[in-house]
């Protein structure tokens, strides 16, 4: 007997074609609905309720909405792992987003606030791991290594909520810049001790943790290389090339600005380091010596791209205990973290409504290092 080539299709399976069309043309209406409200909440001078949360409530609704349609029913007894790419994300999606948070800094105020950024995004994503590992090793079931795997990853929470306050009210520019190098710098932070504990022995011990820091230490300044270098190359190749002297080919420029920003997410993986820190100072170093070495045409589009430029899906025997840990932290931040700034921002007297201030990338460093960059730079 000759078994058939294709398989039947799932019976849970949503059919392809036009529910494709349809469920990218209700994203997008959402997401016109979700910058509206936005929007009228800026308007209003309604702080207490963030944009953020109102995205996450429009889509609670809709997701409440769709379970009790037949075909909602059906999704979700059959889980599509296509839907959500872990690997595409981190390809494709998280590269971008990494080196446009370093290309967009205000380097002059975010270099004169480098020592006490980097206390709150090492020490304090440490001191968040370290109690978070410690409620979750006791209040759940998890083992010891998952369970600071897991600890490691949900410290490094995102202020978004926070920063966007911020943004509407235009608090002082020092807090704003320690809050937002906080969460620029604490990914990558987070990040390496995700690795390091996960690449620690079997038999964790407090004898482990000079080596285990030790580890934590060369993986950072490794990574913080590559993405040095990739910088430094990129300045090589635009200086020799001269392509900014005639300015007639702004494309290439900006095809070969971004095709060496991605190779600095992608080449520290393969030595294992932490390939945000690589891409984040990669970032950083372009925006200083690599841009000014681009044509201004190139650098108008490269700026368009940069600043214009999810179900839970969670594998393993622990999803469930995961999952409700990760929302659990994302409603809290964002509700009652995000919700609650503008009241401390009254009552610290934090000044509100000031004034924007120039990214001048003139002395913004120590005047050794700026006369060196002058001249190899």
Known sequence: RVEPMHAAPHPATPHPGHEVFFEVGLLVILSVIAL??????????????????????????????????????????????????????????????????G??????????????????????????????????????????????????LISAVD?????????????????????????VLNDAVSLIIFSTILHAPANFSLASLPSVGLDFIGTFCLSFAYGTLIALVAVLIFRTLGLAKHGHTPITEVLIFWALSYLSFVLPEVPHLAAIVA??????????YALPNLSNEAAKHL??????????????PWRDTIAASTMTTVLFTTFVLGGSTKFLLDTLQIPVGVEAILDVESNIMHPALERLSKKWL
């Open 303 to 316: 700026d368009f791209m940069l600043k214009r430029s999810l179900p839970l899906q969670v594998p393993g």
């Open 103 to 152: 290309y967009s800094l205000n380097m002059k105020v975010f270099f004169s606030n480098i020592f006490t950024i980097n206390v709150f995004a090492v020490l304090g994503t440490l001191i968040s791991t370290s109690v978070t590992w410690l409620l979750l090793s006791t209040l759940t079931a998890l083992p010891v290594r998952e369970a600071g795997s897991f600890a490691a």
């Open 36 to 101: 509206a409200v936005g929007q009228w909440l800026h308007k209003n001078n309604i702080y207490w309720f963030p944009e953020s949360a109102a995205t996450i409530l429009i889509g609670f609704l809709c997701a409440l909405l769709e379970s009790f349609t037949e075909a909602g029913r059906e999704e979700k007894a059959y889980e599509r792992k296509e839907y959500f790419d872990p690997l595409f994300f981190n390809l494709f999606l998280l590269p971008p987003i990494i080196f446009e948070s």
């Open 159 to 183: 202020p978004v909520a926070t920063l966007a306050t911020f943004g509407a009210l235009r608090v002082d520019h020092k807090l704003n810049t320690l809050v937002f190098g906080e969460s």
């Open 279 to 288: 891409c984040l100072f990669c970032g950083i170093f372009m925006r200083l």
